[in-house]
């Protein structure tokens, strides 16, 4: 199993404390990661396909792949 990168961590922490709030959210991912929320989404998707990501984060990467699967 892969090793999540810090900026990978980081990522998801902010999806943890920010999911119910999406213009707070974007302005943290722009502030916290400098990252476009394009970038952010992008990323996030390819990240919560990762069993690193599950190890690190289930109920996270739980309530994003059920979010994607609709």
Do not use: C, H
Not at 6 to 30: G, H, S
Not at 39 to 55: G, H, M, P
Request: aromatic share 8%; no cysteine.
């Amino acid at each position: 199993m892969g090793e999540l990168s810090e900026r990978d961590k980081a990522i998801l922490n902010l999806e943890r404390r920010y999911w119910r709030t999406v213009a707070r959210k974007e302005a943290a991912v722009r502030t916290a990661l400098n990252l476009s929320p394009n970038a952010y989404y992008q990323t996030l998707n390819a990240l919560i396909s990762t069993e690193a990501a599950t190890a690190y984060a289930p109920m996270v990467v739980a309530r994003l792949r059920i979010f994607r699967e609709r």
